[in-house]
């Protein structure tokens, strides 16, 4: 069968907290263009307090149309085969059932639970893809909450910080090109990306460490070089930089690394080569890291003015987690991008 990639939706939520609860309502649709399907949720939640005892019961109705269900849960004339005859199932009404619990029991360490339940629509139940049953989840976790020490370590004030960038595409691995054993930006396709960010700090040396931690969301700009056309990305991700250098009075430098999630509109030339050479798959959702190195511009000239700007190098990488994650279609491969940027606060 063809491949379903997961879609990005924009959508609209509503709710309102009452006494008894809080319902909810919740509009999204397709915008990736992959089902271009629209879904209406109405739920209801409420929480539950006694000690460091928290419970949270939630229960909704997923309204999804047929393009939606189709998408995920149909087969197309072209992928029918025996026991997979073809099938649209149509819109219908899933059942979604949660209780999500916390207990804190020692300072800001807490024990977290949930118990999920879900029941699709009789139409995609009948789907030769799917099995006719409940859908359950359980998970048990530990948590430590930073949020009381983050009030602490939070600067006082809370500019902007703002990045942009522009690279060159590597055949070398991000690990490599890290420990500088291998820079080269001469590939078969030469593509280039830039980009846009925007970043605010979360942390300022908690503790007194010479550490620091920020969070950015981007634009990227990929430039195939006529092999297809030019295309958009979007990232976000939460980034940590070290500074605790012997000459760190002298010439501030950074070693930064961040890690979140990237979407793009078209999968890379580069990573369609790649994974092509290697009889592999491709997903427009990766995991994304970006390791950077930086000096503060006002120690080099001399300037207090410019001691919050930045340049530097780095790598944008996209990256499968080497085929263990469904939610990044157990994609073993990636990209990567040397480039100089220039980081500064607005």
Not at 97 to 105: E, P
Not at 209 to 215: C, I, Q, R, S
């Given at each position: 069968?063809?491949l379903?990639e997961?879609?990005?939706d924009l959508?609209?939520?509503?709710?309102r907290?009452?006494?008894?609860?809080?319902?909810?309502?919740?509009?999204?649709?397709?915008?990736?263009?992959?089902?271009?399907?629209?879904?209406?949720?109405?739920?209801?939640?409420?929480?539950?307090?006694r000690?460091?005892?928290?419970?949270?019961?939630?229960?909704?109705?997923a309204?999804?149309?047929?393009?939606?269900?189709?998408?995920?849960?149909?087969?197309?004339?072209?992928?029918?085969?025996?026991?997979?005859?073809?099938?649209?199932?149509?819109?219908?009404?899933?059942?979604l059932?949660?209780?999500?619990?916390?207990?804190?029991?020692a300072?800001?360490?807490?024990?977290?639970?949930?118990?999920?339940?879900?029941?699709?629509?009789?139409?995609?139940?009948?789907?030769?893809?799917?099995?006719?049953?409940w859908?359950?989840?359980?998970?048990?976790?530990?948590?430590?909450?930073?949020?009381?020490?983050?009030k602490?370590?939070?600067?006082e004030?809370?500019?902007?910080?703002?990045?942009?960038?522009?690279?060159?595409?590597?055949d070398c691995?991000?690990?490599?090109?890290m420990?500088?054993?291998?820079?080269?930006?001469?590939?078969?396709?030469?593509?280039?990306?830039?980009?846009?960010?925007?970043?605010?700090?979360?942390m300022?040396?908690?503790?007194?460490?010479?550490?620091?931690?920020?969070?950015?969301?981007?634009?990227l700009?990929?430039?195939?070089?006529?092999f297809?056309?030019?295309?958009?990305?979007?990232?976000?991700?939460?980034?940590?930089?070290?500074?605790?250098?012997?000459?760190d009075?002298?010439?501030?430098?950074?070693?930064?690394?961040?890690?979140?999630?990237?979407?793009?509109e078209?999968?890379?030339?580069?990573?369609?080569?790649?994974?092509?050479?290697?009889?592999?798959?491709?997903?427009?959702?990766?995991?994304?890291?970006?390791?950077?190195?930086?000096?503060r511009?006002g120690d080099?000239?001399?300037?207090?003015?410019?001691?919050?700007?930045?340049?530097?190098l780095?790598?944008?990488?996209?990256?499968?987690?080497?085929?263990?994650?469904?939610?990044?279609?157990d994609?073993?491969?990636?990209?990567?991008?040397?480039?100089f940027?220039?980081?500064?606060?607005?």
């Open positions: 069968m063809a379903r997961p879609g990005l959508g609209i939520a509503l709710r907290r009452t006494a008894w609860g809080t319902p909810y309502a919740e509009l999204t649709y397709d915008v990736s263009h992959h089902s271009e399907g629209t879904e209406l949720k109405l739920g209801y939640w409420n929480e539950w307090v000690g460091g005892l928290t419970l949270r019961p939630h229960a909704a109705l309204f999804r149309d047929a393009k939606l269900n189709d998408y995920y849960y149909g087969v197309l004339p072209g992928e029918a085969a025996a026991g997979r005859p073809a099938y649209a199932p149509g819109g219908g009404v899933d059942l059932l949660g209780l999500y619990g916390s207990y804190r029991f300072g800001n360490w807490s024990l977290l639970g949930q118990l999920t339940a879900g029941r699709r629509s009789s139409g995609v139940r009948k789907s030769p893809i799917v099995e006719d049953r859908d359950k989840g359980f998970m048990l976790g530990l948590l430590y909450d930073f949020s009381a020490p983050m602490q370590w939070q600067p004030s809370k500019p902007l910080i703002a990045r942009t960038y522009y690279g060159y595409s590597s691995d991000m690990i490599p090109i420990r500088l054993g291998c820079t080269s930006t001469q590939t078969l396709d030469n593509t280039e990306v830039w980009a846009v960010e925007l970043g605010r700090t979360f300022r040396q908690p503790h007194g460490w010479p550490v620091d931690l920020a969070g950015f969301v981007g634009l700009r990929h430039r195939e070089k006529g297809q056309n030019d295309f958009w990305q979007v990232q976000a991700y939460i980034k940590g930089y070290y500074y605790g250098f012997p000459w009075s002298s010439v501030r430098t950074r070693f930064g690394f961040g890690s979140g999630l990237a979407y793009a078209h999968v890379p030339l580069m990573e369609q080569r790649d994974q092509a050479r290697r009889n592999r798959g491709t997903w427009k959702l990766l995991n994304y890291f970006d390791p950077t190195v930086d000096v511009i080099l000239i001399g300037q207090r003015q410019w001691r919050d700007t930045y340049v530097g780095g790598v944008s990488h996209r990256s499968g987690m080497f085929g263990k994650s469904q939610l990044f279609g994609v073993n491969g990636g990209s990567n991008y040397i480039y940027f220039l980081e500064t606060t607005i």
